[in-house]
């Protein structure tokens, strides 16, 4: 069955029960990784995932607690011997620093590199990011304070649909992302500067007519919220949940 497994739910600053907010998109053909804050490979391991069937990174924006891992996960997979191409999809501001990076790196220099290709997704409107026989994935760009991709899901087999928001200001961008999705996977870091409330989620969540809230990218640790899930069910009827680092979302 498709799914959606969670594997980070915290904000930028984690907690030991709780990575950097990232997840992995499971399909029969295609299993798709979105960001990579820390190296996935241990947490993939951990969910029964081969890193070797990785076939694409999508990386959302270029801020730490979401692309840092990637240098250290591209070298794992060439040192444990990929020879499977990876396409990375992102906004052209992400993309253009991630390989300004790997140079700094020398990544050109490695032995027997793995072929990556590199899908530049356009910064105007919702945008085909990938298609396959499992689901078909667009994106378009959200209000951060960075270029930002939001995504949406589309599961061929079952007809669901689910939205990331990822980082972003509540705005009309992701409502349309998320128009009659089952599940809305929206952030709830606080009513900051590119970011979102619990409350602000929810009524994002409201006005796209979601079924259901996953709340993801909020504060752990010392910083939790107390008033986090309550304030998303007094502004959404809908069910309302926290993602959890492992939870499983079956589509």
Sequence with gaps: ??????????????????QNAHMVIVGKKRIVLIDSPHNPILRLTDIGVDFNEITDLILTHFHPDHVSGIPLLLMDMWLRGRE?????????????????????FGWATWPGFFPVTFNRIPSVGINPVLS?????????EVDHMIPTLGTRIEFKESGKVATYSCDTEPCEEVVQL????????????????????????????????????YLIHYPTGEF???NLLEDARSHFSGNVELA???MVLEF
């Design 1 to 18: 069955m498709n799914k959606i497994i969670i594997l980070g739910s915290s904000n930028a600053i984690a907690d030991k029960d709780h």
């Design 84 to 104: 499977k191409p990876l396409t990375l999809h992102g906004l052209d501001h992400a993309l253009s620093r991630l390989e300004n990076l790997m140079d700094a």
């Design 132 to 140: 396959s026989s499992d689901f078909d994935i667009y994106g378009s």
């Design 178 to 213: 998320a128009k009659g999705v089952d599940i809305l996977i929206h952030e709830a870091s606080g009513p900051f500067k590119g970011h979102s409330s619990s409350k602000q989620a929810a009524e994002v969540a409201t006005k796209a007519e979601a079924r259901e809230l």
């Design 224 to 226: 939790w919220q107390k």
């Design 244 to 246: 959890e680092d492992f």
